[in-house]
């Protein structure tokens, strides 16, 4: 299986780093950083759709200087559109926007932050090279997955930014630092010669290129900005700490090479459940991930006020979901694929769909109903089907989503909460859980190598509600936006 045999590569390289003694750093656990700061930020959500511009920041608060991954994955099944590196001088911060283009988005910078490739002043556009072509069967980087090819779908999904490592080389380290607003000299990280790997022989200014181990510090914001609607959707990134595998020198790149990406995390994490700690083991990294941000319930609030004509949608991303879901045509005999814990089905068109439980309230704890989406997926039920699926409330449509759903509700304004704890259902091959172990049937649920059972999706997101006052001033129109952060709880079994 694919998703294996790159688990094995780089499991291969970290044994030999460590054989050979190259980082020595105390054993750690990857964590969700409850302050905002970390090796990793996951955004949740970007989109240049309902003319709206996507601005985006991150920061470096520490006195060392890093290299970075930033990597652009659009929504439907998080096929890469856009990444590249990104150095980091101490302290310095590097912002940049999402904007529409005529056929699909693109990232611009006025940032003279240094980049690998360099950004062209006149942006770059966003590709579809990776979900184009003809489909291909499994857990794949690229190829065709059964949706649609067209550079429309690079309009929405979300990001990541990955520390690689710490740089120590003084030459290069003053290369990137700014003078009078400005890096000294770009070139030296973006000669096609730079190496930072921990194989590098490469020197530079008398010293090895090499970068040391992550150190994190890094936080972050973004925004969406509806320019004519007058709308500022901020928020944080979510922050996951001690990345990196322990004794792994670092995890730098080349541009041009997808990696890192969340699959090189450390195989153990730990995290907060009822106030006591979860410690749990893994067999790969993009599970150390799902376990930290496994929910089985999902709580927020709506608004649909009449008066001043206001919609709530809700984003719901799945960063993980890439690594565990297989294309599958189900015109292809037989099914050779296979799906992994906690996903239950596989992808084609219309998405791979999560079945969800939904429960909602006024705000007077009267009349509690549940309901589906609208309209039903395929066999009926209620489901999520995209890595990003964006949920709206009485089609309000806040975000102009192409990958959203529908949630009617008879009330204007309440609360509602989303339930992830299907079971049971049938899927060809089975699913591989998190210990290795295959089931006959799929469940939303992840068991580690030590037996802890977490239930639920891995999820991050967060609401977005309008307002429009129509009588501001006379004759004025004023229009308002918020946003809100999901409230989750969590269910874990231990062994």
């Known amino acids: 299986m694919q998703k294996f045999k790159r688990k094995s590569l780089y499991l291969a390289l970290v044994a030999a780093v460590s054989s050979v003694g190259i980082a020595n750093t105390a054993s750690a656990a990857v964590n969700v950083n409850s302050n905002g700061l970390g090796e990793v930020l996951i955004y949740p959500y970007y989109t240049t759709r309902a003319g709206m511009d996507t601005y985006l920041s991150v920061v470096n608060t520490t006195n060392s200087s890093k290299a970075v991954k930033v990597r652009f994955t659009e929504g439907k099944n998080s096929r890469e559109v856009l990444d590249f590196n990104l150095y980091l001088s101490p302290n310095d911060m590097w912002t940049a926007a999402v904007v529409n283009t005529t056929n699909g988005a693109k990232l611009v910078t006025a940032d003279k932050s240094c980049t690998a490739p360099q950004i062209p002043a006149n942006g770059k556009e966003f590709v579809n090279f990776a979900f184009s072509g003809a489909a291909l069967e499994g857990i794949q980087q690229s190829g065709g997955d059964g949706e649609t090819q067209s550079l429309d779908r690079t309009r929405e999904g979300y990001f990541e930014i990955i520390e690689m490592g710490t740089i120590t080389n003084t030459a290069i380290n003053a290369a990137i630092t700014h003078v009078n607003g400005v890096p000294a000299n770009c070139a030296v990280v973006q000669a096609a010669t730079m190496n930072m790997g921990v194989g590098s022989a490469l020197v530079v200014g008398g010293q090895s290129a090499i970068a040391n181990p992550s150190t994190g510090g890094l936080a972050g914001t973004a925004s969406l900005i509806g320019v004519a609607a007058g709308t500022d959707f901020g928020y944080d990134p979510v922050a996951l700490d001690a990345f990196a595998p322990n004794n792994v020198q670092n995890i730098w790149n080349a541009p041009g090479s997808i990696f890192p990406d969340l699959t090189f995390a450390n195989t153990t994490s730990v995290i907060f459940n009822h106030g006591s700690p979860v410690t749990s083991t893994w067999l790969s990294g993009d599970a150390t991930v799902s376990a930290l941000l496994m929910h089985n319930n999902i709580i ?191 269910s874990i079994s231990e062994d």
């Open 300 to 490: 927020n609030e709506y608004v649909l006020d009449n008066a001043t004509l206001s919609g709530t949608d809700w984003v719901i991303t799945m960063p993980t979901k890439r690594y565990n879901v297989p294309v599958h045509n189900p015109a292809v005999s037989p099914d050779t694929t296979q799906l992994f814990s906690p996903f239950t089905h596989k992808f084609w068109l219309n998405g791979a769909c999560e079945p969800v439980g939904l429960s909602y309230w006024d705000r007077e704890e009267g009349n509690v109903s549940i309901v589906d989406f609208s309209p039903p997926a395929p066999g009926g039920g209620t489901s999520l089907c995209w890595e990003t699926t964006i949920v709206t409330f009485n089609n309000s449509h806040v975000l102009g989503s192409v990958n959203e759903v529908n949630v009617p509700v008879n009330f204007e304004n309440g609360w509602l909460r989303m339930a992830f704890n299907a079971t049971g259902i049938s899927v060809t091959n089975g699913q591989v859980d998190g210990n290795n172990v295959t089931h006959g049937t799929a469940s939303q649920s992840l068991t580690s190598v030590d037996g802890d059972t977490y239930i639920g999706l891995p999820t991050v997101g967060f609401m977005v509600q309008d307002f429009i006052n129509q009588n501001a001033a006379p004759g004025v129109m004023a229009t308002y936006g918020g946003n809100f952060n999901h409230k989750y709880t969590t």
